[in-house]
């Protein structure tokens, strides 16, 4: 019971200020709030239904704009003439295999006067097929709905994957949170009691949830200790902050690789597994599948990109005076990576494997700092500066009204936990 709380039900149609919904033209969608306020639109691709006849089909494998219009009495000039003009603003080979089209016919008995192609469920391209050939993209109104998850990692929930059910926002949700929280949490080194939280915004097209939109507020507690991450966002700031204002991203990355696991930590005494006898492990190995992208854990310089017989193929990176690493054991390099290039924070610089003396594909990862290696799950580096402090005020209002959903979803949270409760006591009774 306590692993997974998800409350999407109790969501209810809010839009943060700062966070509007979308709304890009007039077309008459209704957000889904209840049955009743589901409007049928009368128009389809903002064509009235009394006055056109649409069909809507899927394109089929090796259909091309060609094909689809001369079926239906385009003539070819005219087909070359409509992908000649739309270059500039929807390239017609990018016609993609079963995704939706539509004809539109004012006279069904003659050919049709409009392609109607969607590239997405946020979007889609009209083509005039007569007089201007006029193309034009029309974004969908798309609309946001907060919602709330929460969950805590048990013997047997023991990542934030098995903690949440296999949902489509799943994905999408953990990558945000790593994104807000990464910088400061491990998500992939948790223990048993850690919890997680999340406020973000799911998103509907036309009534039907899309995905995952902003995450505005993350929560995570590992070890007894609170970390909260809210979006912050204007025209000046852009990202997540912590209670007091200052930017969750930091200088270094807490990992080379996202969802990994560490398979050996920094240890100066260790039973060097292939070797079999005591050697020190100065670094920190991280287990993932063989291919997975290995990321810079800061901007910098590559001083190295070679093999050796230990290391394989590894990659070292200085990021200032003080500064160094370096990622053993890679199946290849990353395109570009050699020695002399800048990379960037984040930037795939190779891809995890086993060369060198490895057991199984993982990455090495060795921290230097002043010419010394040091275990980087020990480094503890200064918070970064707050924001300006003429921003504060502004953003503690946001904090607050965020820390406010985390606990009116508490609340709402608690109270169906009791009421359950409750239910469960006056079952007792009457048996
Ligand atoms: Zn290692």
Redesign the pocket.
Known sequence: MNVLKFIGLFGFFYCLTSLSCKQTNSENVVPPISKESIVVPPSRFGFRLDSFHITENKIQRDQFLSNILGDVGISGQLIHAIAEKSKDIFNVRKLRYSKPYALVYSDTCKAPDYFVYQPDVKSYVTFELKDSLDIYVTEKPVYTQVEFFEGVLDSAHTSLWSAMEPTGVRDALIAKMEEALGWTVDFYYVHRGDEFKAIYEKEFVEGAPIGVGKLVGAYFKTLGVDYYAVLYENEKYEGFYDLEGRPMIRKFLKSPVQYSRIS?RYNPSRFHPVLKRRRA?R???YAAPHGTPIRAVADGTVTKASYTKGNGNYVKLRHDKVYQTQY?HMSKFGSGIQPGIRVRQGQTIGYVGSTGLATGP?V???FWKNGKQIDHLRLNLPPPKPMDESELPAFYMKRDSIMSLFEQYGAVLDSTLLSLNHNKEENKLID
């Open positions: 050996s492990h670094g920190t190995d053993l993982h090495c990862f060795r």
